[in-house]
């Protein structure tokens, strides 16, 4: 258990360059105390202590801003950073070494029975506000962009970004656009500017029929 504690600390003074001492990650980290909490609670869990596991976790939701289900599987040195609002679900599983960003959701995309939310391989990076739903695979060392809405599956070593998410770099070689938190693409303004092109190139025959009559 000290050996977990100890690689967590180091993971955060090899994640967060703002990490100054050790007095101050285990006092106001509030994605290291999250993770702690969960331990407790996924213990009790396994216990079939239902109403206490969930009681430690939304103790810890509180506390921190971070939702982290009793059920989840989480592996060795997650490192959620800015944590507020992070939602993950039941079924989550997550491997080693993810890095989770502020807003983040692993969610389900309804009611249904069973393997409902994402996997999440190791090495994993999950960036500010994305929504990964369903019980899909983020493989390992894949990156998620801020914002993004991913709905399938996503290979190994690849970058997905948008909303709906789409690969956009696989195994370092450049599929679509290059990885840009500031200027994600955008799929609804690519419709209207095709349909505003459309609608101008209408007006311009429409003015020519005229012209011709």
Not at 97 to 108: F, S
Not at 173 to 187: A, Y
Request: net charge positive.
């Amino acid at each position: 258990m000290f050996r977990k504690i100890r690689e967590d600390i180091r993971c955060i003074f090899e994640q967060d360059p703002a990490a100054r001492s050790t007095v101050e990650v285990v006092l106001t980290y509030a994605g290291l105390h999250a993770v702690w909490a969960h331990r407790i609670a996924h213990t009790l869990f396994n216990m079939n202590l239902l109403f206490l596991a969930r009681l430690v976790s939304q103790v810890s939701r509180f506390f921190t801003g971070i939702e982290i289900h009793p059920g989840a599987k989480i592996g060795r040195r997650l490192f959620i950073d800015h944590g507020m609002g992070v939602v993950i679900g039941e079924t989550c599983e997550i491997g080693d070494d993810v890095t989770i960003y502020q807003g983040v959701t692993l969610g389900g995309t309804g009611k249904e029975k069973g393997k409902r939310h994402p996997t999440i391989g190791d090495n994993v990076l999950i960036a500010t506000g994305a929504k990964v739903l369903g019980s899909i695979t983020i493989h390992e060392g894949s990156k998620v962009g801020a914002g993004s809405v991913v709905l399938k599956e996503v290979p190994a070593h690849s970058t997905v970004v948008g909303i709906p998410g789409k690969v956009v770099i696989s195994n370092g070689v450049k599929v679509k656009d290059r990885l840009d938190h500031q200027n994600l693409p955008d799929p609804l303004l690519d419709t209207c500017n095709s349909l505003e092109k459309k609608i101008k190139q209408l007006e311009e025959r429409i003015q020519q029929l005229e012209n011709n009559q």
